[in-house]
């Protein structure tokens, strides 16, 4: 079969590899119909995250139709011809994670986890397509996965949305509504988001749908801020303003009351010479991350406010504002999406009209064109805001 | 006295070079091309002292403390030495002009001085990080000795009754290869050891408390001597159970024999840790779960560069099959 594998840093290809097969007894085989590039796709693109190899096929965002089941599937909840939606962690069922709904922890799932706890001091779940680190398990951007787990997961798609509405059910939506139910959104709240890719968009609609009185997007990409404007957010370029000063304007002096990041390690900045800094650093591999907006986040944020990370961090930087955050009485919450938890209620969220996710597709290309897609998405050429594929 | 090669060595280096220059400051100086002035002369004596306590400490005690403060001591002497040549090539642009002929081959000494300080920090440091591990490792007797804990979300007689069917051990355990019940008491193990070596031993259970604690030891005059030991308690929540084990046996080929081994990506701390993560998938998800990079179930032995994360072509697969 056809898959988008990483080659090296700033490569992907389109390979021939052989077809999955059933390697536990609770796998599926699943055909896809549909796959999508992700933010978190870059960072693994540009070598940021550790344990990548040659060869390895990409993807964690697909869905399509269940070809073949394990022995020990549950038959009542999956079965061949089945049409779904696969969230991007996988997840056992049966661990304490799991169990308390934080299926990005599970402790079951991750055959690599020795080598996770190197890294994190705790292993987190297996994830499709994102490194050994997190399992070596192959990805979605190809013509079939094995889903493992494949009972406790996977979401079953019975009306006839497309899949362009339901797709994002395995990812970003999910992600960019925990962003915002992290924040613990009050009435009269006003959050602020820093990105406006995909997630930060998301994070943006989930944060009005919890109540939110008011939703500030920060991006320095201005089709991208269009987008949050047409969907009746309000906008900041961090390049043309001073972003703390300019929160402060908008929220009568206090400063955002929640705030979400959703730009993750290859922050930019608005001023040069910290920019310098953390790219030398990152480049020397001394620290691992660019975290300019999370840095941000945490000294706009209100006293007493919230700062909800859910951009990708994968080791250790440096200034960190630990004087803003203790004395001003911040609380910093974090995570990969625990998917399976949100799948259900977002499904009806968009059954009801309630989100609308194919807002931020830009483009759909076949998968053989997979690397063009890396491209356009990465470099922010002809407005993408975020690809799909097509096996 | 350390019986630590290394150890020794560098307590009587310490030893050699505090006794000069406590006795003759001066000279000392003077050698390391630093100016002659009473408060360089107390800084020389304030080193010499410093490296004789080091000394006393290195070669009297055991364990890595004073191996460090040699290292913290290299890192003064590095800055005490940074100051001098600092202090000599001021200004820099004037360099050759301004340095008098006698401040050169000071300058000279000094730098000397400092590379070869460099040098010896680098076997501190070295000897420092090396020490430190083998001090939590080694025990006195030169067995390995590892331990271990993983909760299980399972009743407390579950846990206890798959562990105890000793049988089934090497679905999970890396190293076991098979596991025999001879007796009520006694059983017959086999293993594969570091470099592919199989190793084959009797146990005996040592005692065996049903649902909380169970041990075992090799018998008298085995090839590898081993004992083991398996507590079982209550997790906090009542429901869950904690699992801790403990294990030591007599490594083959000895601590060269670890070493190598760890050299080649075997860890056995890591393996045990392992072992007791499959234990948990087997209990709470029925089986080992297998990735497209590591496919081999309970056995992976390393854990990086692994198979891409791709599928397996029929013949990967039927190696990993067998
Ligand atoms: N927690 C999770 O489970 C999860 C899931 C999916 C994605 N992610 C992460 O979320 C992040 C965003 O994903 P995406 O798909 O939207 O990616 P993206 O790359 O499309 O979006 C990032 C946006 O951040 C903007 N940005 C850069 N520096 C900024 C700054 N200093 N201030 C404000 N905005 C800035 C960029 O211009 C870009 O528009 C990534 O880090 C991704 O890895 C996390
Ligand atoms: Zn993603
Ligand atoms: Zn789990």
Redesign the pocket.
């Known amino acids: 079969m056809k898959a988008n594998c990483w080659v090296k840093p700033n490569t992907v290809r389109v390979e021939n590899v052989p077809d999955p097969t059933i390697l536990n007894r609770r796998d599926a085989i699943v055909r896809v119909t549909s796959t999508a590039i992700?933010?978190?796709d870059?960072?693994l693109l540009d070598g940021y995250v550790p344990t990548m190899q040659k060869g390895d096929v990409m993807g964690h965002e697909f869905m399509g139709e269940v070809v073949e089941v394990g022995d020990d599937v549950d038959g009542d909840k999956l079965r061949v011809g089945d049409r779904v939606v696969i969230p991007?962690p996988i997840a056992c069922g049966a661990c304490a994670a799991c169990r308390a709904e934080m299926y990005?922890l599970c402790e079951n799932s991750n055959p690599n986890a020795g080598m996770a706890e190197k890294f994190f001091g705790h292993p987190i779940a297996g994830i499709f397509g994102y490194s050994h680190l997190t399992g070596g398990f192959a990805g979605g951007q190809a013509e079939y996965v094995r889903v493992p787990f494949a009972d406790v997961g996977a979401l079953k798609i019975e009306s006839d949305l497309s899949d362009e509405q339901v797709l994002f059910l395995s990812?970003?939506l999910p992600?960019g509504y925990?962003g915002a139910e992290m924040c613990d959104i009050q009435p009269d709240d006003v959050v602020a988001v820093?990105?406006?890719?995909?997630?930060?968009?998301f994070a943006m609609d989930s944060a009005r749908l919890l109540g939110a009185a008011k939703v500030i997007a920060?991006?320095?990409?201005p089709y991208?801020l269009a987008m949050a404007s047409r969907a009746g957010h309000e906008t900041l370029d961090?390049t043309q303003v001073d972003?703390r000063s300019a929160l402060l304007e908008l929220t009568g002096g206090r400063g955002p009351d929640k705030c979400v990041e959703?730009?993750?390690?290859?922050?930019?900045?608005?001023t040069a010479p910290i920019d310098a800094y953390d790219r030398v650093k990152q480049t020397a591999r001394t620290e691992s991350e660019r975290p300019?907006?999370l840095r941000?986040a945490i000294t706009s944020c209100r006293s007493g406010g919230t700062v909800s990370v859910?951009?990708?961090f994968g080791g250790v930087f440096d200034k960190f504002p630990s004087g803003s955050w203790m004395n001003r009485s911040i609380t910093l919450r974090a995570?990969?999406?625990h998917v399976q938890r949100y799948m259900k209620p977002l499904l009806k969220r968009i059954e009801e009209g309630q989100l609308d996710p194919t807002r931020v597709i830009t483009h759909t290309l076949p998968l053989r064109r997979a690397p063009q897609g890396y491209d356009i998405?990465k470099h922010?050429k002809d407005n993408c805001?975020k690809v799909i594929l097509k096996p | 006295m350390t019986h630590d090669k290394l150890t020794r060595t560098l307590g009587w280096a310490s030893a050699g070079l505090g006794v000069p220059l406590l006795l003759s400051a001066a000279p000392a100086a003077r050698a390391l091309g630093i100016r002659d002035g009473t408060r360089q002369r107390a800084t020389m004596t304030a080193v010499g002292a410093r490296e004789l306590a080091s000394a006393a400490g290195l070669l009297g005690q055991r364990g890595p403390t004073w191996l460090w403060t040699r290292v913290a001591g290299d890192l003064m002497d590095l800055a005490l030495l940074g100051q001098a040549v600092r202090s000599r090539i001021v200004p820099p642009r004037a360099f050759k002009t301004a340095l008098k002929q006698d401040d050169r081959v000071r300058l000279g000494r000094t730098l000397f001085a400092t590379a070869a300080v460099i040098a010896v920090t680098g076997v501190d440091v070295y000897a420092a990080v090396t020490r430190s591990r083998g001090a939590k490792r080694q025990p006195r007797d030169g067995m390995v000795s590892l331990t271990s804990s993983v909760t299980v979300s399972q009743p407390r007689d579950e846990v206890y009754a798959r562990w105890r069917q000793f049988e089934r051990l090497p679905d999970f355990m890396a190293h076991l290869d098979d596991v025999t019940v001879t007796g009520p008491r006694t059983s017959h193990w086999r293993a594969t050891a570091p470099f592919g070596q199989t190793v084959e031993w009797d146990a005996q259970i040592t005692y065996d408390i049903p649902g909380h604690r169970l041990g075992w030891q090799s018998v008298h005059g085995s090839e590898i001597r081993n004992e083991g030991d398996v507590r079982f308690t209550p997790a906090p929540n009542e429901q869950d159970t904690e699992v801790h084990v403990r294990i030591r046996y007599s490594m083959p080929a000895g601590k060269l024999g670890e070493a190598l081994a760890r050299y080649l990506g075997e860890d056995p701390h890591q393996q045990l840790d392992d072992d007791l993560r499959r234990f948990k998938q087997v209990l709470e998800t029925g089986e080992i779960v297998r990735s497209e990079g590591a496919p081999w179930g309970k056995r992976a032995r390393r854990e990086f560069p692994q198979h891409p994360a791709r599928p397996l072509s029929a013949r990967e697969l039927r190696k990993v099959r067998s």
């Open positions: 992700c933010g978190s870059l960072h991007f990005s990812d970003i992600t925990m820093w990105g406006a890719g995909p997630v930060g968009q920060i991006d320095k990409q991208r961090f972003v959703a730009v993750g390690m290859e922050s930019d900045h608005g300019h907006a941000q859910v951009g990708v995570g990969q999406c998405f922010k805001e």
